[in-house]
């Protein structure tokens, strides 16, 4: 048999070559079917600017499985050269995996880029495959802390640690909690999110959020990041003060009107200012010494000369600040 000769080839006189030869003979079916799928694959990434055939393509249901096969050779350490050549002409990928890791880490970055975090929320319904990729490296990281077999890599644990990516799925609720909170902030001029609120599904545990940060302050576990985050939407991190300092607020502009803190108890314009009025006098002994220095600052009158009797106190309304 001659170089590059086949086996049919060798067997045959060379007239009856010739003879074949003149009919368009395919000495080498293989190639030719390689060749011809690889055309296809051209054309796909030509289309489509990638190798990445899906296995039900319904434009081509055989291209997929031919590009499956190739994957298969180069791991097997048969592809020939030449071949891997042309397709590393089209920047072929020979791990899917890998692959789907560099695709779904862009889009992570992409999202960073918009909010400022890497925890994509479970509903994201911008890229409904963006919290499956984040939720599959949580998944494969576990398995590699545990010492089992995953897909996981230090180079990866690193590229996600320097991208912000958070490995704890409660981190991630964190920060969905915290959106939703900065987008009643911006709808309603405050984050004072009220018991009963409720928005879209799930709405109503933004109260509980709220509420947790408190706690979490006054029992020293929130971080100092979480913090300063809170506060740059102006986070109300004591809210009994902060219903007092409004209520203060409008004895301010009384005061400015009628030139008196002398609120009557049924003061139409506000009536449970009045009510407030009240039980800062029946508070006095009790009140906070930065309080009481801001109604003196209102000149305050702590008695009601004109409308109580000796001996009378006035009895806290508990429901006022």
């Known amino acids: 048999m001659y170089q590059g000769e086949t086996p049919w080839e060798s067997s045959l006189i060379p007239e009856r070559i010739q003879q074949l030869n003149d009919l368009h003979v395919d000495w080498n079916p293989i190639d030719s079917q390689w060749e011809e ?33 190739q994957r298969d050779e180069f791991r097997a350490g048969t592809l020939k050269e030449d071949r891997k050549a042309r397709l590393d002409d089209l920047n072929f990928t020979y791990n899917m995996y890998e692959d789907a890791f560099e695709r779904g880490l862009e889009r992570l970055r992409a999202y960073k880029e918009v909010h400022g975090h890497c925890g994509v929320p479970t509903n994201y319904e911008e890229d409904s495959a963006l919290w499956s990729f984040v939720d599959k490296n949580r998944q494969t990281h576990a398995l590699w802390k545990q010492g089992k077999s995953s897909s996981m890599s230090d180079e990866k644990i690193q590229i996600l640690n320097e991208l912000g990516f958070i490995w704890n799925a409660r981190e991630t609720t964190w920060e969905e909690n915290f959106d939703r909170l900065e987008a009643f902030c911006l709808e ?41 985050r809170l506060d740059a939407i102006g986070f109300v991190w004591n809210i009994r003060e902060e219903q007092w300092m409004q209520c203060y607020q409008e004895l301010a502009k009384y005061r400015e009107e009628f030139g008196s803190s002398n609120v009557p108890a049924k003061y139409e314009k506000n009536s449970s200012l009045g009510k407030w009025v009240k039980n800062q006098r029946s508070r006095k002994r009790s009140m906070k010494p930065h309080r009481r220095k801001l109604l ?26």
């Open 37 to 69: 799928k690889y055309q296809m694959l051209k054309s796909f990434f030509d289309q489509y600017g990638h190798c990445r055939v899906p296995i039900n393509n319904p434009e081509n249901p055989t291209l997929g499985l031919w590009v499956g096969t």
């Open 188 to 228: 309603h001029g405050h984050c004072n999110v009220p018991p009963t609120f409720k928005q879209n599904q799930g709405g109503a545990s933004l109260y509980n959020f709220v509420a947790n940060q408190r706690a979490d302050l006054k029992s020293n576990c929130i971080t100092k990041e979480r913090k300063e």
């Open 296 to 321: 003196d600052q209102l000149d305050f009158e702590w008695t009601m000369k004109s409308r109580t009797t000796k001996g009378t106190v006035e009895s806290p309304d508990k429901s006022v600040y």
